[in-house]
């Protein structure tokens, strides 16, 4: 009999977007440093593993941009918790700013990449991305970095909107919250008429 794998992205989307909105919460300058703890606790199970999970599913369903974006941030997420706990955190201002760099540029491409999916996703990995390099420049600019804590709950609001809309309007099979769906650009083609449009696969 075959199994029928569910779908893992409002799963992964709201792992991700509780545990970026309490972290921002305190780069934002919002909520006390002291809470780091409850952070680092939900990076490591709900954030880290519970990501990961949903990305080894998507891998499973053959969807391989949440496998990639689910996999890619749930490890994000551990080794946030690895940097503070276990190797006591301390590390230079130019490394860790190097460390929001360097994701910054994958989510750059993976935002590129969102141009084939729905406005929602775009628009989360637009101010993900953007807020990894404010994040980076907050190492050296302070103020970047508070900047980079709104921001961070903006992009956590977004993935919260698209985890529920997913599972919202896949359970009512019809659209109740909107996520602006990819609409494929007309390419012209050639006939013997003339130039006439088609849609790009």
Do not use: C
Request: aromatic share 14%; proline share 5%.
């Amino acid at each position: 009999m075959e199994t029928k794998l569910g779908n893992p992205a409002p799963l992964g989307l709201i792992a991700f977007a509780s545990t970026t909105w309490l972290l921002s919460l305190i780069n934002a300058g919002l909520a006390d440093e002291k809470g780091i703890v409850i952070v680092l606790a939900m990076a490591l199970v709900f954030g880290g593993a519970v990501q990961l999970i949903a990305g080894i599913i998507a891998f499973m369903r053959g969807n391989t941009f949440p496998g990639v974006a689910f996999m890619a941030y749930g490890g994000f997420w551990i080794s946030v918790v690895t940097f503070a706990k276990f190797f006591g955190g301390g590390a230079p201002a130019p490394m860790v700013g190097w460390y929001f760099f360097v994701w910054g540029v994958f989510s750059f491409y993976m935002w590129i990449a969102t141009f084939r999916h729905n406005t929602a996703l775009q628009l989360v990995f637009l101010a993900l991305w953007i807020t990894f390099m404010l994040l980076a420049g907050g190492e050296f600019m302070p103020i970047l970095h508070t900047a980079g804590g709104y921001l961070g709950l903006v992009t956590a609001a977004l993935a919260a909107y698209l985890s529920a809309a997913e599972i919202i309007n896949g359970d009512y099979g019809r659209t109740v919250l909107p996520v602006g769906p990819y609409v494929p650009a007309a390419v012209p083609t050639r006939t013997d008429a003339g130039v006439k449009p088609r849609m790009a696969s």
